[in-house]
Every structure is written in C-alpha cells, then in structure tokens.
C-alpha cells in the first residue's frame, strides 16, 4: 500500500494497527464482527478460529500462535518442513526447504528443444546432458548416462568418462586421472614455426597458439582477439557488460550484486522481499 514516500506490506492493511503516518492503511475497512469462538488480538482485530494455530501469525502481536507448539511464520514468508523462508525462495529450482516442497505446484516454463531439463524443472543447454560435468543443482543432469559423449570443444578423460575442455589439454596440468590429457602425444615441434601473437603450447597436433585470461585466439590461429564472456551462459544473472580482457556484472535497481556475479533482492524490515520472474519464447 502507497503511502507518499513508502510502503508497507499488504497484510498490514486494515488489521487494527497504524503503519502509515497519515493512518490510512486503516481508512475505508471493514473489520470482522467479533464472534464468541474467535480470536481476539491485541489490537483488537478479531479472527476466525480456523485461523488460530494455523502457522502463520494473523495478529501483529502474534498471540494467534502462542502456545501452538509449531513453528510459526509472518505472513510474507513460505511455510514449510518447520521452517520460514522467502517467499521468493518458492519455485527457484532449489530445495530450501529440505523436502523439496517449496518446488511444488510451480509453473516452470517448458525448456527450449536444445535444452535439458533438470529433475528440478531448471532448463541447461542439452549439450551439458551427459558431458561428465554436474551442470544442474541437483546433479541430474549426469544420472543414468551410459555413455559419455563429449563436444569438439571437449576431451573426453577415458579413466572417469568425464569431459574437460582442450584447452587443458597438454597444459603440463593432470586434469584426467590417468593423465591422458597430459600423455607423450603432446608435441611443440611446430611451436617456432606458428608465430603465436601471445604464447604457443604443446598440443595433439604439434603446438598450439593460446592466448591470455579474457582473451581468444582469432581465426587465424595466431593472434588474440578480445573474448566476449556476455556471450556465454551463466556468467552474470543479471546484466553483462563485455570490456576489453575481462567483463563486468551488473544488477537491476533494487538489486544487490553479489560474489560479482550473482544478484539478490535487497531487503529491509520496512520493507517487502522482492521477487524476479524470468520467462522465455
């Protein structure tokens, strides 16, 4: 409810107590008529007595819950597995309530025909399905795989069937448990003869021309062209920012930025929990 320079929560209107200055979040209510089986709070609002001990607090003085022997939360939070949590952590592809039942009834869009779909309803590129990696939260993504098929881009680590980028390859780095990755099949005899702009390393090939962090080698195999990270999933949440050599994150208003690269609602006691809805077509 607006109140020239604020807000307040929607439950706070009309239960009996003055939040705003100019009292208007009580002006224009009908109050319950008290009845002998209700409630009565200590502000004098009255409540049906389906609503005592119900796990959540009616009454700003929370007397409905007192001495229900449960655990009881405000009104702008999500119930579950006797515990409180954002109402915002409902339907974010993660058990936050440890019984999965803030993922219930939620009305996930369909993934994309080039997308997977994880057992928690988030959407990843199908080419993460079976790569050796866990790309979704809950690790399935990788259940039931018979057979690891890796990309181009991807060398795949015969010992524990899982895929690693080639550019770990013969980087003198075991990145496989059997250390294919780094095997004597890795050659720099070409390395003078490429005329790498950065640097040249030992490849399946003879030698291979890499370039620095934010940086990719161009078509010509030779030189460094900037990299742009906007253009990859999952590096920001929110907004990126492509710079030369690196990229930026950035939040909506009313946004916090976090780790550098996640956003979260900013919220305050005065102020309701923000909630982000994404869609896709």
């Not at 409630?39 to 819950?65: M, V």
């Not at 620095?212 to 929110?238: A, F, H, L, M, Y």
Request: glycine share 6%; with cysteine.
């Amino acid at each position: 409810m607006w109140n020239h320079t604020y807000c307040i929560p929607t439950h706070q209107h009309c239960d009996k107590v003055d939040d705003c200055i100019d009292k208007s979040d009580e002006e224009g209510c009908y109050y319950r008529t008290c009845l002998e089986e209700d409630h009565k709070c200590g502000s004098g609002l009255c409540i049906p007595p389906t609503k005592k001990c119900d796990g959540y607090f009616d009454c700003r003085d929370e007397s409905d819950e007192s001495g229900c022997n449960m655990t009881s939360c405000a009104k702008d939070k999500f119930r579950c597995n006797n515990k409180c949590i954002e109402k915002s952590h409902k339907c974010d592809h993660r058990n936050d309530c440890g019984d999965s039942s803030d993922e219930q009834e939620c009305n996930f869009p369909a993934c994309h025909e080039d997308q997977f779909r994880c057992a928690n309803a988030l959407c990843i590129p199908r080419r993460w399905h079976c790569d050796g990696h866990k790309d979704c939260p809950d690790g399935s993504d990788e259940d039931n795989c018979t057979a690891i098929a890796c990309p181009d881009s991807k060398f795949l680590c015969p010992k524990e069937q899982r895929c690693i980028e080639k550019s770990k390859l013969c980087n003198n780095e075991r990145d496989c448990d059997d250390g294919s990755d780094e095997t004597t099949a890795c050659l720099a005899v070409l390395c003078p003869s490429l005329g790498c702009e950065y640097a040249c390393r030992a490849s399946l090939v003879g030698g291979q021309c890499y370039c620095p962090p934010g940086k990719q080698v161009s078509n010509d195999t030779r030189t460094c062209i900037d990299k742009n990270e906007c253009e990859e999933w999952g590096n920001c949440d929110q907004h990126c920012v492509n710079t030369d050599g690196s990229y930026k994150c950035m939040c909506t208003v009313e946004f916090l930025l976090q780790d550098d690269t996640r956003c979260s609602a900013i919220t305050k006691s005065d102020k309701p929990g923000m909630t982000l809805y994404f869609t896709h077509h």
